[in-house]
């Protein structure tokens, strides 16, 4: 019932937000055509925005792109003429979303790890290693931190390719320069979150029982102080699989994180759209997950909708 | 005869901020096999320091241990590494905590929880340690242990959870149990089940329990013995008999006093303890409770009491007891018959 439930709530958030976003884009000044229109004659001009069905009416506009939205059409991109806005997402989003994957994985496994050891290891050594580590990771941004690896590992030592994509090898550099920032985050909040379930009274009793300091974190500690972390790690999900735009830029993948940007710049309406919906979809589907997850990892939340 | 527990000359501190917190002076008591010892004081008496100090539960630092010994089973406690504490804890020496709400973990079943000790202690496989477990979830009242078993915390009441503590304290028949405050979160009638439940197990398993409370009607139909702490120090310990008829401290007088007296005739003024606990940052040379006590001497301010051994068992720490202080009138307390 609940999933049922929420199910057409999350139809009704994608709809919201494809209508918001039709709305703010028709605010923005400007239209494909207009560097067009100086050069082309007025009649050539017409037949194209008649092509995109742009001489209609604005609430006529938004009908047909409902209509389509809903046949999974997102229309042809006015830019690159001979594609449309479901080719570009389904040739860009494999790379993005394996270079996103990569990523989250290192930054939640190696996040994880370093905050729960400068939990354990509260004002010692290893916690300021740690948070040293994590500070680095948050402030120094990705468009620094690409450059440096590439000079280091490709350049200076030639072990791995400077740019491109292709294999495995292609991705090691963009994956880590993607993860450091995330894995800083996640580093920091397990770590406060680890350090306020140690001090929990049923640390206590665990302690009492015997039981190793290892097996207390394994068993009672990281369960209880991941909840945080885990609402944290939705929406991080979604802005690495769909695209960064600095990463690919800087390494020449062939992501979609560019046609986010180049979309706006272009007013290549049938794009912005597309890829907003597209990337809106997954995040409405993600949190969709991670509310699930959190009733498997703490038995206290039930998912149950009002009045059930 | 050796005694299952022996703490000598306990000393504990805290590093704060403030400074170093005396918490624990000087404390020193024994409990014999199949004994129940009662703890009794105030809130910041040094009661749940000193016990959870037996256990090593004082979390070093802040705190410090500053000397004495712990000695269990001829062991000394405070000298063996944590690999060898591990062993004692929670197989011959159980704990209970005040606050049943939160000392479950809210992730993991509550048969998990009972199991996980049998399991490091005992080797027992996974199907005996489910048996054990609801065993156990049986012997400490919960209906329906085998549904009980697969349950979280949260869906236990308050008394079931302190019942499921109690069960996670006693899985491996500890030979000690120490229960620190096991009733103060409980709402009063549930406060009397689960002292029934203490009890009745203690007399079937013979286990020695320390008994930390502030409720002394707890204390005069559970313990054997009494042990009054206050300000971090021991002031009184006697048999029960000795501590409820013939109190020696004015402290003791004082607590017994501040007891409501529920068969009254007419209605009286309940009589506190004026004044407040002694600054632990900084305690006074002389005797703790010396600011707040009525009969308070000159000597009381400036020098500590020694121990006044009333008769056999029963130490009082007051300059009251020398033969050179005055007699005073002791006040009749409540609690007692006259």
Redesign the interface.
Known sequence: MYIVKRFFTMLLTIWVIASLTFVIMKFIPGDPFASDADVLPEEVVENMRAKYNLDEPIPIQYVLYIKNLVMFDLGPSIESETRTVNDIISSGFPASATLGLQSLLIAIIFGLLLGIIAALYHNRFLDYVSMVIAIVGISVPSFILAPLLINYFSVKWGMLPVASWGSFQHSILPTLALATTPLAVVARFMRSSMLEVMNQNYIKTADAKGLSSFKIVLKHGIRNAILPVVSFIGPLFVSLITGTFVIEKIFAIPGIGKYFVDSIFNRDYPVIMGTTVFFSVILVFTLFLIDISYRFIDPRIKLTSKGD | MSHLLKVNNLKINFKTYGGEVKAVRDVSFHVDKGEVLAIVGESGSGKSVTVQSI?G?IPTPPGIIKGGSIQFQGKELLKQPKKEL??????KI??I?Q?PM???????RVGK?IE??LI??QHASKAEAKKRAIEMIKLVGIPNPEERYNQ?P?EYSGGMRQRA?IA??LACNPELLIADEPTTALDVTIQAQVLELMKQIQEETKTSIILITHDLGVVAETAKRVIVMYGGMMVESGTVFDIFENPKHPYTWGLLNSIPNIDEEEKKQLEPIDGSPPDLFAPPKGCPFAPRCKYAMEVCIEEMPGEYEIDGGHVAKCWLNDPRAPKVEEPVALGREE
Do not use: C, V, W
């Not at chain 2, 591990?86 to 197989?91: A, D, E, L, T, V």
């Not at chain 2, 939160?102 to 993991?108: E, R, V």
């Open positions: 256990m539960l591990r062993k004692i804890k929670g197989s159980g704990m905590f606050d939160t000392s479950l973990n809210p992730t993991m929880q996980e000790g490091i202690h979280y949260h503590m996670i304290a």
